[in-house]
């Protein structure tokens, strides 16, 4: 997509940008219930954002595609978050963030991405490169399983 930039998120997005990962998350026909117990693990932080590890794509007329946060950690960081505009995904606006997020990683002197993925998720990931590692349960729903996977930087 030519016509997106990435810049990093800017104090005060927070709220916005949560939102956004919570309209993307819906996507996968979750229902209202679902995605009102997740939300808050679908936060945009000020620390996130204070510390440059939150990315924003946007259009050329400002519009928000996309948000990825990451965290780091020793040798492995994660991608803590990737959501895209419900308007604009399969239009490379998560590609874009996701080579950004392994790019960030590899600056702060990780060797590996992780990514627990939503299992709707998981075949972009896997397409972008990532390997699945391992099952691992939810932290949100007992008995729910999610992707682990991981990608060499």
Not at 67 to 95: M, R, Y
Request: hydrophobic share 40%; glycine share 10%; aromatic share 6%.
């Amino acid at each position: 997509m030519s016509d997106v930039r990435l810049r990093p998120a800017r104090p005060g997005e927070e709220d916005a940008l949560s939102e956004l990962c919570v309209k993307s998350k819906a996507v996968w026909g979750y229902d209202a219930g679902f995605l009102e117990t997740v939300a808050p693990y679908l936060r945009v932080t000020a620390e996130a954002i204070h510390e440059g590890r939150a990315t924003v794509a946007e259009s050329d007329e400002g519009e928000v595609l996309g948000v990825c946060q990451i965290e780091p950690g020793s040798d492995k960081g994660t991608l803590d978050l990737l959501f895209i505009s419900p308007t604009a995904i399969g239009k490379g606006v998560g590609h874009l963030l996701f080579e950004h997020a392994k790019d960030l990683l590899r600056a702060r002197g990780e060797t590996v991405m992780t990514i627990l993925s939503d299992p709707y998720a998981e075949p972009a990931y896997l397409h972008m490169g990532a390997k699945r590692v391992a099952m691992r349960p939810s932290d949100v729903f007992n008995g729910r399983e999610l992707p682990w996977l991981e990608v060499e930087l």
